[in-house]
């Protein structure tokens, strides 16, 4: 059973840092591509970063590149999303994903947790 939790939202002020965390399970993790999402109120879930567990390969969306940093710790089976000078803008639930390295559609998701940014 595939479990993908995630922890470390919460509000933060325009400029600051939060570290979105998602413990993943039941997962054979060389075959698989970690993905963050987030949806804010009123707009459809949008991409913002991936990673590939095995090789380490990122991709990021525009808006957060330069931002935001996608990591992996294979010894905690843990994916990170480092959100440095947040801007208001970056408000919304964000949600932790996964596919098969070669599926076109994450087919597993997070509960999902509030990031709010103050101006």
């Known amino acids: 059973q595939v479990q993908l939790v995630e922890s470390g939202g919460g509000l933060a002020q325009a400029g600051g840092s939060l570290r979105l965390s998602c413990v993943a399970s039941?997962?054979?993790?060389?075959?698989?591509?970690m993905g963050w999402f987030r949806q804010a109120p009123g707009k459809e879930r949008e991409f913002v970063a991936m990673i590939r567990w095995s090789s380490g390969i990122t991709s990021y969306t525009d808006s957060v590149k330069g931002r935001f940093a996608i990591s992996r710790d294979n010894a905690k089976n843990t994916v990170y999303l480092q959100m440095n000078s947040l801007k208001p803008e970056d408000t919304a639930v964000y949600y932790c994903?996964?596919?098969?390295?070669?599926?076109?559609?994450?087919?597993?998701w997070g509960q999902g947790t509030q990031v709010t940014v103050s101006s």
């Open positions: 039941g997962l054979t993790f060389s075959s698989y591509t």
């Open positions: 994903a996964a596919k098969l390295v070669y599926a076109r559609d994450y087919n597993y």
